[in-house]
């Protein structure tokens, strides 16, 4: 049996990081389509609540970090009124939403979106197998 190393103290996600063009702009989209919960903004910083980590848009000062963001996976209970909702406040989805995988006990659904800065993200809803979405 191999065991996973493990570092000490570490012990969880406490902040994501999605590089922006505009601060403003972005603060929108992610506060008033897809309803995140908004804590505070410090200049070009704004941070959100995603259920304990913090998603931390910024404008990136220096070349390194300017880049496409990763795509985030948005959890939801329902995928279709999640997508229904968002897509009547504005959100550019790039597909409807559909089946990723099955294990037979549970499905997992998606639909992928573009923010208001060009990066793709995901509602993502996993539910009984068999269940229509």
């Keep these: 049996m191999t065991s996973t190393p493990t570092t000490p103290g570490v012990s969880g996600?406490?902040?994501?990081?999605m590089p922006v063009q505009q601060i403003d702009r972005a603060v929108a989209f992610y506060r008033d389509v897809i309803g995140l919960p908004f804590l505070f903004q410090a200049g070009t910083l704004a941070f959100f609540d995603l259920?304990?980590?913090?998603?931390?848009?910024?404008?990136?000062?220096?070349?390194?970090?300017?880049h496409p963001g990763s795509i985030l996976y948005?959890?939801?209970?329902?995928?279709?009124?999640?997508f229904e909702a968002m897509r009547g406040r504005g959100a550019e989805f790039i597909d409807e939403p559909h089946l990723i995988?099955?294990?037979?006990?549970?499905?997992?659904?998606?639909?992928?979106?573009?923010?208001?800065?060009?990066?793709?993200?995901?509602?993502?809803?996993?539910?009984?197998?068999g269940t229509a979405v």
């Design 74 to 82: 948005f959890r939801v209970p329902d995928l279709r009124a999640s």
């Design 101 to 129: 995988h099955s294990d037979g006990r549970q499905d997992l659904w998606m639909a992928f979106f573009r923010d208001g800065e060009g990066n793709v993200h995901a509602l993502a809803s996993e539910v009984p197998a």
């Design 13 to 17: 996600l406490l902040q994501i990081a």
């Design 51 to 66: 259920h304990g980590v913090r998603l931390m848009l910024d404008i990136p000062e220096t070349e390194e970090f300017r």
